[in-house]
């Protein structure tokens, strides 16, 4: 059998009673057996799971989601351990070891916390250990939260280079509409672009219980990240979790989003998924062209206004005229420098600044394509990782 990387991610709706908020003991038993399984049979496993907020609430008596941040971190700090208590009994019943990775946004935007990040997963993955995954709710600032794990799902599975993200919640499948509210929903097996899902008109609705996040939103903006990072990503019913093994031996369960064809350069990865942009540059035709087209470096002749305030290696969105976000990179010039010598040549830049940083605003090696990364043409790899 091929063995391959596997990223399970489990919603608060799935691992909690909708009634009470108390734990969903069998669904998590059942999860706990097939990611063993799937493990023994030697793939690797990685599981982020949601539940510390409701965990925390249903140990503290509370009847709904806390609503100030500061409530939210104190609660989740008391789910957490309670939700590692009980993978850890259900998980050792079966001598399999787990590990937890608590994860802030931050800890992937700085490149060497990334590949930090990396590492601990290779080696843990190595070990034969499950890592179970959440974010670190209790420390998490408002700007630089994941905001919920179907994101974070998608970052950890483009990290590890995975080869499947489930994303496991309390409907079968993805629908055109959400399927409580309106009984004539269609269901949807297969989305081979994302660019279907706008055709289709699919509303993405709330969440669907007391306690989970986000609805499908999240899960579909979970999918493009996972997809463009060339992870196959399904969603699919924790209800039934032994179906991860029928779909990795081809059985069309759930909602399969295709991979795209992704850069297989690491460096280029972080930059398209894990970095926040400080600003965005819009770009005339030609500079859109070469670098689109030609995978050119940025000049400054080719930017028209600048926005938001930045630092030399800070990441920048990358725009068209109409605002539409083109790609991404780590500029060589601050906001007020670029201010100063957009639309101008390169050569006049020692002029109008008294210095030269670099003759490119922003070097290809440090600029990915968004939506298909691949369109760049491949440079030599010099990344860390690889
Ligand atoms: N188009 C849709 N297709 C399927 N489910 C939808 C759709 N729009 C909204 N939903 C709702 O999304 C819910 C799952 O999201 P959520 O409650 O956040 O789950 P989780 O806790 O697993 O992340 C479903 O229960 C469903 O009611
Ligand atoms: N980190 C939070 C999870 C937030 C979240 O995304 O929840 P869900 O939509 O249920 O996956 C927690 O553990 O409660």
């Known amino acids: 059998m091929n063995l391959q990387t596997l990223v ?70 008391v789910g957490q351990g309670r939700l590692m208590r009980v993978y850890d009994d259900l998980f050792t019943t ?50 630089l939260k994941f905001g919920d794990n179907d994101t974070l799902s998608a970052m950890v599975a483009s990290l590890v280079e995975a080869e499947w993200l489930f994303l496991m919640t309390d409907v079968d499948r993805l629908y055109s509409a959400d399927p409580r509210s309106n009984p004539d929903a269609q269901p949807i097996t297969l989305v081979q672009h994302l660019d279907e899902l706008r055709q289709l008109q699919v509303e993405t609705g709330g969440s669907g219980s007391n306690w989970g996040t986000g609805g499908m939103m999240t899960k579909i903006e979970a ?3 996972a997809t463009s990072a060339g992870v196959r990503t399904v969603i699919t019913s924790s209800q039934s979790p032994r179906n991860l093994e029928k779909i990795l031996q081809g059985e069309a369960i759930g909602t399969h989003f295709a991979p795209q064809k992704s850069t297989s350069n690491a460096r280029k990865r972080w930059l398209a998924n894990a970095v926040i942009p400080s600003g965005k540059l819009y770009l005339d035709e030609g500079a859109v062209r070469a670098i689109c087209q030609g995978g050119k470096s940025l000049l400054a002749a080719g930017i028209l206004e600048v926005f938001g305030e930045f630092e030399p290696s800070d990441a920048v969105q990358l725009c068209d005229r109409s605002g539409r ?12 420098e670029l201010d100063r010598i957009r639309g101008r040549k390169s050569d006049e830049i020692p002029e109008i600044l008294g210095y030269i940083v670099a003759d490119t605003v922003i070097h290809r090696d440090n600029l990915v394509l968004s939506g298909s990364s691949s369109d760049a043409p491949e440079l030599n790899n010099t990344d860390p990782l690889h």
Do not use: M, W
């Not at 843990?124 to 670190?136: A, F, K, Q, W």
């Not at 976000?325 to 007020?336: K, M, P, Q, T």
């Open 8 to 77: 399970v991610k489990i919603g608060t709706s799935s691992l909690t009673q909708n009634s009470t908020g108390n734990l969903a003991i069998a669904t998590i038993a059942a999860l706990v057996e097939t990611l063993t399984a799937l493990r023994h049979q030697g793939h690797r496993v990685i599981l982020v799971s949601s539940g510390a907020v409701g965990v925390g609430c249903a140990r503290l008596g509370l009847k709904e989601r806390p609503r100030t941040i500061a409530l939210k971190q104190a609660v989740a700090a």
């Open 94 to 143: 079966l001598q399999q070891p787990i590990a937890q990775v608590l994860l802030t946004r931050s800890d992937l935007v700085q490149r060497s916390r990334y590949v930090n990040a990396y590492n601990t997963f290779q080696e843990l993955l190595r070990l034969g250990v499950i890592p179970i995954v959440n974010e670190n709710d209790t420390v998490a600032i408002e700007e």
């Open 223 to 225: 999918a493009r990240i």
């Open 325 to 336: 976000e083109i790609a991404r990179g780590l500029v060589n010039y601050s906001s007020d």
